[in-house]
């Protein structure tokens, strides 16, 4: 491995600890509760806009230690480094619409947490999404998509089975099991991802973001009992577990 190591690019250097047990937090854990933080301040419209200056981008030249993958859906409303206040180097940022996960963002995930050592995968997700959409319309009207689009139908089409198996109707509650199913998409399918989770090198957390107030909400997490933030409180608690 050739990461050479710096906590992973979580910024700062302070602990953080658990404000119910005490305890100290896991690195993934810290690297979760540093995008809440930034999420929060984006919400509250007070950003801070860190790394973005000349200074840290010649600092950052010559390598990288972001303390988050984010697997996003490709929404034009959806830009990683604004919704979670962060700058250059922070954030390794893969986007597919519906975040669709084939073999070159699984590729894309295995560089990170391998080679950059990265502590966290985000599977960000949103209300209203046009790639759930799409392809709920073309289960309705027995329509494919025409040229590449039907490769991402097919990638939500296993989301929109188990919505239906599960009675759910809702827009955004089938948005919620479809990023569920990412999340268990990349651990089924990327051994090395599991790995690094069940040795606690990793975790990854599925969240869903609201474009109108533009929070994020945890709706899947591995390991069981990840410790999540709630972006709400600022308290930790855990997001219901992946089921892989
Ligand atoms: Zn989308």
Redesign the pocket.
């Known amino acids: 491995m050739s990461h050479t190591g710096n906590s992973g690019g979580l910024p700062g250097s302070q602990r953080i600890t658990d404000p119910a047990s005490g305890d100290q937090l896991s690195e993934p854990t810290r690297a979760y509760a540093e995008l809440i933080a930034g999420n929060r301040r984006f919400v509250g419209g007070v950003p801070r806009h860190p790394n973005q200056d000349a200074g840290h981008r010649a600092a950052v030249a010559d390598g990288q230690h972001p303390f988050a993958v984010i697997v996003g859906?490709s929404?034009s409303r959806l830009a990683a480094e604004i919704i979670f206040d962060r700058g250059l180097g922070d954030l390794f940022v893969v986007r597919t619409?519906?975040h669709t996960a084939g073999p070159e963002v699984l590729g894309s995930v295995e560089y990170a947490v391998t080679v950059l050592g990265t502590p966290l995968v985000v599977v960000l997700g949103?209300d209203s999404?046009?790639?759930v959409q799409a392809a709920r319309e073309s289960v309705a009207t027995g329509t494919a998509p025409s040229g590449h689009l039907g490769a991402v139908v097919d990638s939500v089409l296993p989301s929109l089975r188990r919505a239906e198996a599960e009675g759910v109707d809702d827009i955004n509650d089938i948005v919620d099991i479809h990023i569920a199913h990412t999340v268990e998409t990349l651990l089924g399918q990327s051994p090395v991802l599991a790995d690094a989770v069940a040795g606690g090198r990793c975790a990854v957390v599925g969240v869903s973001y609201r474009l109108a107030a533009g929070a994020v909400r945890p709706v899947a997490a591995a390991p069981a009992g990840f410790a999540t933030v709630d972006p709400s409180t600022g308290s930790v608690e855990s997001a219901a577990p992946a089921t892989v």
């Open positions: 859906c929404d619409a519906g949103h999404c046009g790639a």
